[in-house]
């Protein structure tokens, strides 16, 4: 995914407050919810992500699981 892009330092792959945060990422979510909310200590928007096992409910990046983020 990111193996033709050069960055030094680091490389942000999730930012809560573009519009599409979760764009390339794979979303499982089993009785709880991913909700981009404000963060009332931050003031900033966030995700929340709430499931009641942490096996059911999660993030995963990349979206496809054929592909890599090759970030070396």
Request: hydrophobic share 35%; glycine share 6%; proline share 4%.
């Amino acid at each position: 995914m990111f193996k033709n892009t050069f960055q030094s330092g680091f490389l942000s792959i999730l930012y809560s407050i573009g519009s599409k945060p979760l764009q390339i990422w794979d979303k499982k979510v089993r009785n709880g919810h991913i909700k981009r909310i404000t963060d009332n200590d931050i003031q900033s928007l966030v995700l929340e992500i709430v499931g009641t096992n942490v096996s059911t409910t999660y993030i995963t990046c990349p979206a496809d699981p054929k592909k890599t983020l090759g970030i070396k």
